[in-house]
Every structure is written in C-alpha cells, then in structure tokens.
C-alpha cells in the first residue's frame, strides 16, 4: 500500500488555498503553462473550446483550482463536476458560492457511471499518481460524450541525472510525516530560491549522454530541467513553493510516461488527438470521440 493517498489528503488540507487565485490570475506563470499546454493562445481561446461544452468535468480536482478556472470560461449554463478521492470537501468548500458546480468523492480507477457522460473532461497532474494510469484513463474515456473530448497531462520521462534524484529524495522522504517531509522541502525550496535570485543565463552545449540539449538556460532551470526538481516561484509565498515541491516528492506512486506510451492510451480508447505537447516536465495530450 503506497502513501500517496495521504500525502494528497495532507497536502490539500494543510494548504487548501494553494495556489488557487495564481490559478486563474491572468498572465501568471501558473495561468499561462495551464493554458499553453492545453494549445490555447490566451482565454479568449480557452472560452471559445468551451463554448459548446454543457458538460465539463474535473477528474481529479483537488482544491478546486482548475475547477474555478474552467467555470469562468464556460458558457454560464455548463455544468461543472469535480472529483477527488481525498479532498473533496475542500473543493467543495472553496467553490461553494459558484453557480452550476458539484464536487463528489471518488476514485477515478472506478466506473462513474451515476454521473452521466460529459462533452469535455480535464485529467491533468492526476493520472500519474493512480495505480493503473492508462487503467485510469480508459475509465473516464468510458464518461465521454460523443464528439466529447478528454485533455490529459502526464509526468514524462527526463534526463537520467533528473530521474535519478527524484527517485532518491523520494526514498527519503516519502516514508515521512507531513511535518517532517515539509522542512525537507522547505530546504529544497531554499535552494531553488537561491539559484534563482542568481539571475543567470548560461549557454550549455549539447550534452548528449546526460539527454540535455543546446540552449540558454536560466541557472535555476538547468538545475530544474536535468538534476532535481527545486521548483521556485516568486508569485507564491515560501511555504507555498515548498508545498509544490513535497507534492512532487512525497507521494510514492508518481509514474513517468513517452509520449508514444500516451498516444497508445488515446489509440486504445477509439480517440483521434486533437493536440498534444511535449515540455520539460509532461505530456498533454487532448482527444475526441468519434
């Protein structure tokens, strides 16, 4: 039995305002990956996909923030649905005042069949952290409307140095409290802080072996990139940056996928991609059904 259950639960509990108004800020780092990986210019974009979408759902929602973010694009009659295994109630609790939102527990490995089908489901930043991720996926394909789409994003495979330093400090820390996995973070944060308030760029060659390609990189983000995750956001307070970096580091199932692994799961499910992206970090991968 993995602890990834309750690193989740305490995760959004001791911080269930996390980075939820970064969320839906425009023009904030957070805001603005969500909707580049999603292959939307700006939210004029983001609203004309949702324009026809009466049914939308969150798979996977926990503290809401994505939820929120897709209730101010929607038409305002879309229905917006939110699950969680472990944090609903405080997704519940931050949209509560939203018209045409419902949060429910569950687990996105079984059938959701009480909650009928919907015209577009969001599973981002989730699946990686199930037991069966492609399992996971071809369950919530089976909610799909026809001419509905699922957009997915999944943790990738990096470097080998990146992989092998989130395997370590996983090791280390996974077994921990939250309390005691926090200070580790927080020392994590600290370093990424640091590097980041170098305020360099550095030129690297490519280094082949090492799978780091030739480009300018701040320095914070070549560490990022290719030898541990030290994420740093100076849009969000320290506590808060350590949070993002126990969520990463912490649960104990966090599976990293190839982008032809993926688009095997949207192929197996009868779904034609409609886009899909590739960065440092994950793969996004949006379909439609037939």
């Known amino acids: 039995m993995t602890n990834t259950a309750q690193s989740f639960h305490d995760k959004w509990h001791n911080n269930q305002n996390l980075a939820f108004e970064e969320t839906s800020r425009i023009g904030s780092d957070i805001y603005q990956w969500i909707l580049t990986r999603n292959g939307f210019a700006d939210n004029a974009a983001l609203t004309k996909f949702l324009s026809d979408k009466k049914r939308i759902l969150d798979a996977g929602c926990g503290n809401g923030r994505v939820t929120n973010l897709l209730q101010q694009y929607a038409p305002k009659e879309s229905q917006i649905v939110g699950v969680d295994l472990v944090a609903a109630d405080v997704a519940k609790a931050n949209l509560a005042k939203l018209p045409n939102v419902e949060i429910h527990a569950h687990n996105i490995l079984e059938p959701l069949s009480n909650s009928g089908l919907f015209d577009f489901i969001y599973c981002q930043e989730v699946l990686h952290h199930t037991?069966?991720?492609?399992?996971?996926?071809?369950?919530?394909?089976?909610?799909?409307?026809?001419?509905?789409?699922?957009?997915?994003?999944?943790?990738?495979?990096?470097?080998?140095?990146?992989?092998?330093?989130?395997?370590?400090?996983?090791?280390?820390?996974?077994?921990?409290?939250?309390?005691?996995?926090?200070?580790?973070?927080?020392?994590?944060?600290?370093?990424?802080?640091?590097?980041?308030?170098?305020?360099?760029?550095?030129?690297?060659?490519?280094?082949?072996?090492?799978?780091?390609?030739?480009?300018?990189?701040?320095?914070?983000?070549?560490?990022?990139?290719?030898?541990?995750?030290?994420?740093?956001?100076?849009?969000?307070?320290h506590h808060d940056n350590a949070a993002v970096n126990y969520d990463w580091y912490h649960p104990q199932l966090a599976t990293r996928h190839t982008l032809p692994e993926v688009l095997g799961w949207f192929a197996d499910a009868g779904l034609k991609v409609q886009h899909q992206h590739v960065d440092f970090y994950g793969i996004t991968v949006r379909g439609k059904k037939a």
Request: hydrophobic share 35%.
């Open 131 to 237: 037991e069966d991720p492609r399992g996971a996926f071809l369950n919530l394909c089976q909610s799909l409307n026809h001419g509905g789409e699922i957009a997915i994003y999944v943790y990738k495979q990096k470097a080998p140095i990146r992989e092998f330093t989130d395997d370590y400090v996983r090791g280390k820390i996974s077994g921990l409290s939250y309390e005691d996995a926090m200070k580790a973070a927080a020392q994590i944060t600290e370093f990424g802080k640091r590097l980041h308030d170098l305020n360099m760029e550095v030129d690297i060659p490519a280094v082949d072996v090492l799978e780091i390609p030739e480009g300018r990189y701040s320095v914070q983000r070549l560490f990022y990139h290719f030898f541990m995750k030290c994420y740093w956001n100076p849009d969000l307070s």
